[in-house]
Every structure is written in structure tokens, then in C-alpha cells.
């Protein structure tokens, strides 16, 4: 790996060489939808406005070897091959002493190949599959350029001069079936992360001093490992980013990084922008390799101290959780002289998400804090102000975590993220009643284990017998009768339910019913499966998954314990007082992280 090159090659670069297509690789089979997109992207890029002269449309890497004064094609040939045929559309226009000499292609267990690309035909476009998709191609390209004649000159010199590859020259040593395999077969093509390491690994890098280049490659490459190790580390991960789509976790890093380029703004490709980005920067800016290593390193560094640091974890978790940039959280980290200061600034940053239109500053005291947020919180209603409720919740979780520093407990937002937790009511209301027949009778499944104390069908008619409550005794019966009828007897569940809400006093409609007051965080499968539970079920759930050990946000937890309540009539109902309760709790817990002096706080 250590000797591996790379670099940005225009196809313009590419007309000298010589190139071999090993046995192991199969025949040509690009078809036409690909090649007219790759056209349509190259005039896309001509035809974009305000180009950069260093701006260039960027095709996927060539990986190659060099064996004999050739180079073999590990991994491209279907691209290069669509390259050659373009090529050889705009030299068939010309008369035969105004044509470019063009790159060669041979082909290792098909010789005939060589001589149709040279002089593709309709005559013998039959003879084999290879002549069949090549000749496929080139009559996609003579068609697709029959209404772009006025832009063919322009198109040719955009596509020999701004269209580059990815260069990818691996050592003579490396078995390049291996590499073709894990390329193709296992369909994992090279990521950024990939490719910005060869970046710091080229031996040109490090001068002359050969016992000093395999040391700085061997340290460079360690600590490489080393930062993908903690990014590995879902507890770091799930802080810092929302979603997990990197093959590679340090390549997140690098993107981050490639924000701060000021020249990455006009790179077109999508997919290659972080190795174009960093290898521009190598280029023009000509860094130190130790400097230029450091750089990465230190991003990396402040990203782990913030982790580690238990109190802007939360914060920083939190606004990262909102969507806020990495960036932004990063210029206001350098603009601030103290840590003190910093964290201020991210309650206040905070406080502007979750009570938008109002800005902390202009709230110096306590008792004007207290005000906005009991009016915010009162006014707000699930549905229209989920979203706001949802990031009330969560901060009220992590305000809690961050006000007992003896604990040293931490919010887990890789549980939250990958759980999909999110808002439900913990008192059912009477008009989310299950609609469809499975959720019906999933309803009445959980309602039966719950009053019998057994999910088995062949249970429920013994432990019917044994319940000494009438009331209680006809709900089960009906709902094992509506679990048995064939059709299903959504009116017999109908009553079942109403009877159910009446007996767990949950029947009653109040304007609370969508407030703050009665929502909590739940899990998605929680949610799937006992969203219109009534609350002493949904409160058993809860226990099962904190006996598990399973994540459950703290202050979920609290509710269904009931743990706000100053007075508990009844376990099982979530009565008015105790939405009462609980709102006092995230009131005085919101207002003491706004208001109160956190300088003492780890």
C-alpha cells in the first residue's frame, strides 16, 4: 500500500499508453442507458455555467499495474473501454491524417477485440457478445449526438481536457486478482478515506531517505487505524453525526475537513469530492506531510476532547442531534476566549432552537425565563408543535443527566438515534383507536396478557375463570371472543376498547391529552406495538426494558414510575394530577439549565 501512486489523469494524458485487459476480467457490457449518461454528465459539465478553470468532471478510479511496459487494467475497464469508443467517434469525423492517435487496448483471452475497436462495424457486431455491446455503444453515441452537431467541437475538448480519472497505480507485488475481486465481484468500490490515504502515503512524499519513508508510512498509517478504531466507537460516532452511511468512519472526518478548502466549492463530482478536495490541496498548497497529517489529527482530537468533556457532550450532542453543522459548533468553540464562555453560548444557541423567535440574552433574570418556557410549553400540541416537543423532551433528558454530575451517567445517543425514539402519548387518547385488523388484535393481545397474566390463547379461558372483578372478567371474555371471530368483529373490539379506556379511567377527552404533559419519548417498537395501550401496559413495557438493561431515557422512566408525582393514588392510572406533576418537573428542570450558574458542572 505504502508504494502505491495516485493522481488526477485527463484523458488527454491517457492517449500514449498502452493498457491490458487480464484474463480474469470479463468481456465489454456497458449499455446504453450508461453511456448516454456519461454523456449527458459531460454535457451537463460544458454546458454549466461560471466554471472555474480548475474545475474538471471527475470519472470513477482506473486501477492499474504496470508489467511489461503495459499497464493491466485492474479495475475500469468498462469505463475506459466507453472512453475509447467516444474517442473513436470524434477521430471517424476527421479525415484520416487530421486523427488522434489514441490508447490501445488488448485484450488478453480476446485478441479480436483489439482490431473492432479499431474498426467498429455492423458486419461483424454478431460474431460475439464483446462486438455486440461495443457496437450497441458506439450507435448510442451516433445518436445521441445527432441533435448536438453545432456541439461536438466543444464537447470533445471538454471531454479530452476536463475529464479526468482517478489514477490508481498499485504496487507491482499486489495480487491484482485479489483486488479485482474485492472491486468487482464484491461490488465495494474505493472510498474516499481509501484514497486520501494513498494521498499520504506516496513515497514521493517523504524524499529520498528510504529507512525514514517506511517509518513516517508506518506511523502515518497506525494512527490512520488508530482514529478509525475510535470512530468504531458507536458511543463517539452517534455524537458527533445523525446517520451512518460511511463504509469508513474517518472519511467523515476528511469531509469535514474539506469544508475548510476553500477551493472544494467548484469541484463537480459528487461522489469523489473529499480525495479531489485533498488532493488539490496537495497540489497547490504543497503542505508538510507531518504539518498536513497534524491537520487531520487535530480535527479529529477536538472532536474526541469534546466527548470526553461530559458536560459538552450533551450540549454539543444535543445540537448535533437538532441538525445544527459540525462546523459552526467548531467556529464557535475558536470565537469564544473561555470554555465558560462556550458552554454559554451553546445554551444559548440551545435555548433559540427549542423557543424559537426568543433569544436567552434578552431573559436576564430567572422569573422571565420561568415565563417563556410555561407559556411556550402550555401553548404547544402534538401534531402541530411535535417537532417541539420532541426537542424539549430530549433536552429535559439530558438536563437531568448533566444536573447529577455524581452519577456520571451519559445520554446514549447512539441508542436514541438507532431506536428511533420519538414522541407518544403515555395516557392513550380515545381517537387513536387501532383501525386495521392486525393492530386490533395485537391491541387485544397485549390488553389479555396484562389482565391474565399470560399471552397463550390456550390460558386465557382457565385464568378468565379466576378473576374475581365482573367488570373486569367481560372485558377478557369479549376480547377473546373478538380474538376468535372469523371475520374479525371490529364491533365487538370496538366495545372492548371503549370498556377498557372506562375501566383504566383513560375514556375521558381533555384539552392535556396533547399536551407536553401527557407525551413522552418512546421507542419505535414501543410505539408499533403499544402506542394505543392504555398507560399501565405501556408502563410495564417500560419496566421490562429497564430490567433488560435496554436503553430508556431517564426521564421516561420517571414518568411511567411516576417518579414526579408527590402524591401516587393509584399506580396504574395517569391521572390529571400527575400530568401536573410532571409538567412542574420539566418546567423547574428547563428553567434551571437556562437560568442557574452551570460553571461548577463537569
Same mark, same amino acid.
Given at each position: 500500500?505504502?508504494?502505491?501512486?495516485?493522481?488526477?489523469?485527463?484523458?488527454?494524458?491517457?492517449?500514449?499508453?498502452?493498457?491490458?485487459?487480464?484474463?480474469?476480467?470479463?468481456?465489454?457490457?456497458?449499455?446504453?442507458?450508461?453511456?448516454?449518461?456519461?454523456?449527458?454528465?459531460?454535457?451537463?459539465?460544458?454546458?454549466?455555467?461560471?466554471?472555474?478553470?480548475?474545475?474538471?468532471?471527475?470519472?470513477?478510479?482506473?486501477?492499474?499495474?504496470?508489467?511489461?511496459?503495459?499497464?493491466?487494467?485492474?479495475?475500469?475497464?468498462?469505463?475506459?473501454?466507453?472512453?475509447?469508443?467516444?474517442?473513436?467517434?470524434?477521430?471517424?469525423?476527421?479525415?484520416?491524417?487530421?486523427?488522434?492517435?489514441?490508447?490501445?487496448?488488448?485484450?488478453?483471452?480476446?485478441?479480436?477485440?483489439?482490431?473492432?475497436?479499431?474498426?467498429?462495424?455492423?458486419?461483424?457486431?454478431?460474431?460475439?457478445?464483446?462486438?455486440?455491446?461495443?457496437?450497441?455503444?458506439?450507435?448510442?453515441?451516433?445518436?445521441?449526438?445527432?441533435?448536438?452537431?453545432?456541439?461536438?467541437? *466543444?464537447?470533445?475538448?471538454?471531454?479530452?481536457?476536463?475529464?479526468?480519472?482517478?489514477?490508481?497505480?498499485?504496487?507491482?507485488?499486489?495480487?491484482?486478482?485479489?483486488?479485482?475481486?474485492?472491486?468487482?465481484?464484491?461490488?465495494?468500490?474505493?472510498?474516499?478515506?481509501?484514497?486520501?490515504?494513498?494521498?499520504?502515503?506516496?513515497?514521493?512524499?517523504?524524499?529520498?531517505?528510504?529507512?525514514?519513508?517506511?517509518?513516517?508510512?508506518?506511523?502515518?498509517?497506525?494512527?490512520?487505524?488508530?482514529?478509525?478504531?475510535?470512530?468504531?466507537?458507536?458511543?463517539?460516532?452517534?455524537?458527533?453525526?445523525?446517520?451512518?452511511?460511511? *463504509?469508513?468512519?474517518?472519511?467523515?472526518?476528511?469531509?469535514?475537513?474539506?469544508?475548510?478548502?476553500?477551493?472544494?466549492?467548484?469541484?463537480?463530482?459528487?461522489?469523489?469530492?473529499?480525495?479531489?478536495?485533498?488532493?488539490?490541496?496537495?497540489?497547490?498548497?504543497?503542505?508538510?506531510?507531518?504539518?498536513?497529517?497534524?491537520?487531520?489529527?487535530?480535527?479529529?482530537?477536538?472532536?474526541?476532547?469534546?466527548?470526553?468533556?461530559?458536560?459538552?457532550?450533551?450540549?454539543?450532542?444535543?445540537?448535533?442531534?437538532?441538525?445544527?453543522?459540525?462546523?459552526?459548533?467548531?467556529?464557535?468553540?475558536?470565537?469564544?476566549?473561555?470554555?465558560?464562555?462556550?458552554?454559554?453560548?451553546?445554551?444559548?444557541?440551545?435555548?433559540?432552537?427549542?423557543?424559537?423567535?426568543?433569544?436567552?440574552?434578552?431573559?436576564?433574570?430567572?422569573?422571565?425565563?420561568?415565563?417563556?418556557?410555561?407559556?411556550?410549553?402550555?401553548?404547544?400540541?402534538?401534531?402541530?408543535?411535535?417537532?417541539?416537543?420532541?426537542?424539549?423532551?430530549?433536552?429535559?433528558?439530558?438536563?437531568?443527566?448533566?444536573?447529577?454530575?455524581?452519577?456520571?451517567?451519559?445520554?446514549?445517543?447512539?441508542?436514541?438515534?438507532?431506536?428511533?425514539?420519538?414522541?407518544?402519548?403515555?395516557?392513550?387518547?380515545?381517537?387513536?383507536?387501532?383501525?386495521?385488523?392486525?393492530?386490533?388484535?395485537?391491541?387485544?393481545?397485549?390488553?389479555?396478557?396484562?389482565?391474565?397474566?399470560?399471552?397463550?390463547?390456550?390460558?386465557?379461558?382457565?385464568?378468565?375463570?379466576?378473576?374475581?372483578?365482573?367488570?373486569?372478567?367481560?372485558?377478557?371474555?369479549?376480547?377473546?371472543?373478538?380474538?376468535?371471530?372469523?371475520?374479525?368483529?371490529?364491533?365487538?373490539?370496538?366495545?372492548?376498547?371503549?370498556?377498557?379506556?372506562?375501566?383504566?379511567?383513560?375514556?375521558?377527552?381533555?384539552?392535556?391529552?396533547?399536551?407536553?404533559?401527557?407525551?413522552?419519548?418512546?421507542?419505535?417498537?414501543?410505539?408499533?406495538?403499544?402506542?394505543?395501550?392504555?398507560?399501565?401496559?405501556?408502563?410495564?413495557?417500560?419496566?421490562?426494558?429497564?430490567?433488560?438493561?435496554?436503553?430508556?431515557?431517564?426521564?421516561?422512566?420517571?414518568?411511567?414510575?411516576?417518579?414526579?408525582?408527590?402524591?401516587?393514588?393509584?399506580?396504574?392510572?395517569?391521572?390529571?394530577?400527575?400530568?401536573?406533576?410532571?409538567?412542574?418537573?420539566?418546567?423547574?428542570?428547563?428553567?434551571?439549565?437556562?437560568?442557574?450558574?452551570?460553571?461548577?458542572?463537569?
Amino acid at each position: 500500500m505504502s508504494d502505491n501512486e495516485l493522481s488526477l489523469r485527463a484523458i488527454n494524458d491517457l492517449l500514449e499508453e498502452r493498457f491490458c485487459i487480464p484474463a480474469y476480467q470479463r468481456g465489454y457490457r456497458w449499455t446504453s442507458r450508461q453511456v448516454e449518461d456519461l454523456l449527458n454528465d459531460v454535457l451537463e459539465f460544458s454546458e454549466k455555467e461560471m466554471k472555474s478553470a480548475k474545475e474538471f468532471y471527475c470519472l470513477q478510479p482506473i486501477v492499474v499495474r504496470q508489467v511489461d511496459g503495459k499497464w493491466e487494467l485492474i479495475d475500469g475497464q468498462q469505463r475506459l473501454t466507453t472512453v475509447y469508443i467516444i474517442l473513436s467517434y470524434f477521430n471517424r469525423r476527421l479525415a484520416e491524417g487530421y486523427r488522434k492517435d489514441l490508447f490501445s487496448i488488448e485484450y488478453a483471452t480476446r485478441p479480436d477485440s483489439k482490431a473492432y475497436l479499431d474498426d467498429i462495424n455492423e458486419a461483424q457486431k454478431d460474431r460475439n457478445i464483446d462486438f455486440y455491446h461495443i457496437y450497441e455503444s458506439y450507435q448510442t453515441i451516433e445518436t445521441w449526438f445527432q441533435d448536438k452537431t453545432n456541439l461536438i467541437n *466543444d464537447i470533445e475538448s471538454v471531454f479530452l481536457n476536463k475529464v479526468k480519472v482517478i489514477w490508481y497505480d498499485v504496487k507491482e507485488d499486489i495480487d491484482p486478482v485479489e483486488v479485482f475481486t474485492r472491486l468487482n465481484i464484491g461490488k465495494i468500490p474505493l472510498t474516499n478515506a481509501e484514497l486520501v490515504k494513498a494521498l499520504f502515503l506516496r513515497s514521493r512524499n517523504f524524499g529520498d531517505n528510504v529507512e525514514r519513508t517506511r517509518l513516517m508510512q508506518l506511523k502515518i498509517s497506525q494512527e490512520w487505524d488508530e482514529i478509525e478504531r475510535a470512530l468504531q466507537n458507536d458511543s463517539l460516532w452517534y455524537f458527533l453525526t445523525n446517520e451512518d452511511t460511511y *463504509d469508513t468512519r474517518i472519511e467523515f472526518i476528511l469531509d469535514l475537513m474539506v469544508s475548510n478548502f476553500g477551493t472544494a466549492h467548484d469541484i463537480s463530482s459528487d461522489h469523489y469530492r473529499t480525495f479531489i478536495a485533498f488532493n488539490r490541496w496537495f497540489q497547490e498548497e504543497n503542505p508538510v506531510l507531518e504539518k498536513a497529517w497534524m491537520e487531520v489529527k487535530y480535527y479529529f482530537m477536538q472532536l474526541e476532547e469534546w466527548h470526553r468533556d461530559r458536560y459538552l457532550f450533551h450540549l454539543l450532542g444535543f445540537l448535533i442531534n437538532q441538525g445544527v453543522d459540525i462546523e459552526e459548533l467548531k467556529t464557535k468553540s475558536q470565537a469564544e476566549e473561555t470554555k465558560e464562555a462556550f458552554r454559554a453560548s451553546l445554551r444559548s444557541r440551545i435555548f433559540g432552537m427549542v423557543f424559537r423567535r426568543h433569544e436567552l440574552e434578552d431573559y436576564p433574570n430567572r422569573e422571565d425565563i420561568e415565563a417563556v418556557i410555561k407559556e411556550q410549553l402550555g401553548e404547544w400540541n402534538y401534531g402541530s408543535q411535535s417537532g417541539l416537543i420532541r426537542s424539549a423532551l430530549l433536552l429535559f433528558n439530558i438536563a437531568s443527566l448533566i444536573r447529577n454530575s455524581f452519577a456520571n451517567q451519559r445520554f446514549q445517543f447512539d441508542k436514541y438515534k438507532n431506536d428511533h425514539w420519538d414522541l407518544e402519548h403515555i395516557k392513550s387518547v380515545r381517537s387513536n383507536m387501532p383501525e386495521r385488523t392486525d393492530e386490533q388484535k395485537l391491541w387485544l393481545a397485549n390488553i389479555l396478557e396484562y389482565l391474565l397474566g399470560s399471552r397463550s390463547e390456550a390460558d386465557y379461558r382457565q385464568n378468565i375463570a379466576n378473576i374475581q372483578s365482573k367488570r373486569v372478567r367481560v372485558i377478557c371474555e369479549n376480547a377473546v371472543s373478538a380474538l376468535d371471530s372469523t371475520p374479525f368483529d371490529w364491533q365487538l373490539f370496538e366495545r372492548v376498547y371503549r370498556a377498557t379506556l372506562r375501566y383504566f379511567k383513560e375514556a375521558a377527552e381533555s384539552e392535556t391529552d396533547d399536551s407536553i404533559a401527557n407525551l413522552a419519548l418512546l421507542d419505535a417498537h414501543t410505539n408499533r406495538s403499544y402506542q394505543n395501550a392504555v398507560f399501565p401496559i405501556k408502563r410495564n413495557r417500560i419496566i421490562g426494558l429497564d430490567k433488560e438493561g435496554a436503553f430508556v431515557p431517564l426521564c421516561t422512566k420517571n414518568a411511567f414510575l411516576k417518579y414526579y408525582s408527590n402524591r401516587v393514588e393509584n399506580m396504574m392510572f395517569w391521572a390529571e394530577q400527575d400530568r401536573e406533576f410532571y409538567l412542574e418537573a420539566i418546567v423547574e428542570m428547563l428553567v434551571w439549565f437556562f437560568a442557574e450558574d452551570h460553571e461548577v458542572l463537569q
